[in-house]
Each structure stands twice: as C-alpha cells, then as structure tokens.
C-alpha cells in the first residue's frame, strides 16, 4: 500500500490554475484540429501510392504518432494534476514551496535580485522567471526563508544565493 502512495506522489503534476487551463487548451486542440489534420495529410498521401517510398506518408505518420503520444501525456499530466496556491500572504517566516514567488541575490556574481516564481517542472519557463522546483535553484530553496543563504550546484559550477524575499 505505501508503494502505491509513494507512486501516486511520483505522477502528481505540479502545476497553478492558470498551467492547468493551458494543458487542457493543447489538448483540446490537439484532440479537435491536430488529429484532423494529420488524418487529411495521411489521406492525401496514401492517394500518391506506393507507401513505401512515400516521403510523405512516413512524415505524416510520424507526426501522428507524435500526437498521439503528446496526447496520452497530457491526459496523464491533466489526470494526476495537483494545483499548487499561487495567492500571497504575509511572508514573515514564511517557508519557499512551489506557487511562491522568491527574490534571490546572487551573492557569487554580485548580480542585480531576480524574483523567481517556484512552479511545478510542465510550467518552467526560465524567460519568464518561472524555473521548476526539480531545477538545480529551485531545488535548493525550498522549504528556505528569507535571509537564509543556499548554495547551489549548476552546470556552470557551484553558486551561492541570499533569499532576498518570500512573496
């Protein structure tokens, strides 16, 4: 029973409200417009003849398949789908998780604080200040306060932050 739990935590989605309304947004329009227009380009392509050198043909079964799979994925993602809290409150003592927004200074490079929002890995968007909880920083400051200093292990070699703020 306790496998089962602990597998049950492994396929949790994190993702907000808003990360949510975009998994099913792609899935809709990949169940309603994709899937049919692959099914008329294969149709097309089988009128040509002779599959198999049917350039074609390979090209639209494999973007099927492509669909088919990305499909498959979001029905899981959108099944297991945990909503993180993304409202702020008082920040005094307040611990990191995913849905906070956290301002960290680079206290390696003596970079300019960057806020950051903490979201679930199907959300991540480094560009928009969105990184994953399973990223290397984000990782290193959950369950972290404000004031406290982390060290983190990136690609580009080991850094070390200040928690500036804790939205």
């Known amino acids: 029973m306790a496998k089962a ?11 907000t409200k808003e990360g949510l309304k975009k998994l099913n947004e792609e899935l809709v329009e990949l169940k309603t ?4 227009e692959v ?5 097309e392509a089988i009128s040509y003849g002779d599959l198999s050198e049917n350039s074609e043909y390979q090209e639209a079964k494999n ?3 492509f669909i088919e ?9 959108i099944k297991n ?6 409202k702020k409150s008082d920040s005094k003592g307040k611990e990191i998780q995913v849905g906070s927004t956290v301002t960290l200074k680079n206290k390696t490079d003596g970079d ?18 969105k990184i994953s909880n399973e990223s290397p920083v ?3 400051v959950l369950d972290k306060k404000k004031g406290d200093i982390v060290e983190v292990n990136t690609p580009a070699g080991p850094y070390k932050y200040e928690i500036i703020k804790v939205a």
């Open 39 to 43: 099914a008329t380009r294969l149709k």
């Open 81 to 86: 789908a945990k909503i993180i809290s993304d």
């Open 138 to 140: 984000g990782k290193a």
């Open 69 to 77: 799979g990305r499909i498959l994925e979001l029905e899981q993602m």
């Open 63 to 65: 973007e099927q398949a």
């Open 112 to 129: 300019d604080p960057i806020a950051y929002t903490i979201v679930g890995s199907t959300e991540a968007d480094p560009m928009a200040q």
């Open 5 to 15: 739990a602990d597998d049950a935590i492994l396929d949790e989605t994190l993702v």
């Open 33 to 36: 417009i994709k899937r049919k």
